[in-house]
C-alpha cells in the first residue's frame, strides 16, 4: 500500500507543451511538498502546502501552479515546458510541518525535448 | 541564505569498512536534521534524523552526531555492506514547511 504516489513515473514531452504530474498520500499528512532534482542530484524545494494552503513558492516560475484539492492530493501543472524543466520531480508529505520525517514518493521523470 | 553544505561527493569503501558523511549547516535556528537514503530510481527515504537537543543516536549500524555550536552534522555507518550503496542526502529544517538538503553523496560499498 503506497504511502506516497506520483503518476506518470515517466513524461517525455516536447518544448512548449503543457504537462500535469498527480500526487496523493494517504497518510492522512497535512503538508505536502513538490521538489526539484536536477541532473547532479540536487533536491530543491519548489513549493510547501499545508491543509490545501500555499505555505512556500521557492521562486518558482508561475509557468508551474500546483493546486491542492484536498489535503491528500497535490498535483503540479506545467505550461510551456522548457528544456531546462527536464529533471526528476519529487512529491512528499509530512505530518505537519514542523520537522518530522517527509514521506517521498517515487519521483516523475520529466524529459523535454 | 539558507545552505547546507556535504562532504564528500562520493565515497568508496571496502564491505566492513565505516563510512562517514558530514555535513554543515548555515541556518542557527535549524532544530531538526535528518539523513536520508535515495536508491537508483526511487525516492529518498529516511534513515535517521537528530533534533537540535540531542548530540548523539544511534540505530544499529548507523549513528549521527550534532554539534550545534560548530553547526555540524554527520552520519556514521559502520560494518557497511553492499546494499548501503545508494546517495545519502543530509538536510536541515527550522520546522517551517522547509527542508534544505545537501548536495548528496553517493557511497558505494565494494565487495
Known amino acids: 500500500d503506497t504511502a506516497v504516489s506520483q503518476t506518470p513515473k515517466y513524461l517525455v514531452t516536447q518544448m512548449g507543451n503543457d504537462k500535469s504530474i498527480k500526487c496523493e498520500q494517504n497518510?492522512?499528512?497535512?503538508?505536502m511538498y513538490w521538489y526539484k532534482q536536477d541532473s547532479k542530484k540536487f533536491l530543491k524545494i519548489m513549493f510547501s502546502?499545508?491543509?490545501?494552503?500555499?505555505?512556500i513558492n521557492e521562486t518558482v516560475p508561475n509557468r508551474f501552479s500546483p493546486k491542492s484539492p484536498d489535503k491528500a492530493h497535490l498535483n503540479l501543472h506545467i505550461n510551456s515546458l522548457e528544456l531546462g524543466d527536464s529533471a526528476v520531480y519529487f512529491c512528499?508529505?509530512?505530518?505537519?510541518?514542523?520537522?518530522?520525517?517527509?514521506?517521498f514518493g517515487q519521483g516523475t521523470r520529466l524529459t523535454v525535448v | 541564505g539558507e545552505n547546507v553544505e556535504q562532504h564528500p561527493s562520493t565515497l568508496s569503501v571496502q564491505e566492513g569498512d565505516s563510512a562517514v558523511i558530514k555535513c554543515t549547516y548555515s541556518d542557527s535556528a535549524s532544530n531538526y536534521f535528518p539523513w536520508y537514503k535515495q536508491e537508483l530510481g526511487k525516492g529518498p527515504q529516511l534513515i535517521i534524523d537528530?533534533?537540535?537537543?540531542?548530540g548523539e543516536k544511534k540505530d544499529q549500524r548507523i549513528a549521527v552526531t550534532l554539534n550545534k555550536t560548530a553547526k555540524h552534522f554527520s552520519l556514521h555507518i559502520t560494518e557497511t555492506q553492499p546494499e548501503d550503496s545508494a546517495v545519502y542526502f543530509c538536510?536541515?529544517?527550522?520546522?517551517?514547511?522547509?527542508?534544505?538538503f545537501g548536495t548528496g553523496t553517493r557511497l558505494k560499498v565494494l565487495a
Open positions: 497518510l492522512g499528512h497535512d503538508t
Open positions: 502546502y499545508n491543509n490545501k494552503e500555499l505555505i
Open positions: 538536510a536541515a529544517s527550522r520546522g517551517t514547511y522547509k527542508y534544505i
Open positions: 512528499a508529505s509530512e505530518s505537519q510541518g514542523v520537522g518530522t520525517e517527509a514521506f
Open positions: 537528530i533534533r537540535s537537543n540531542v
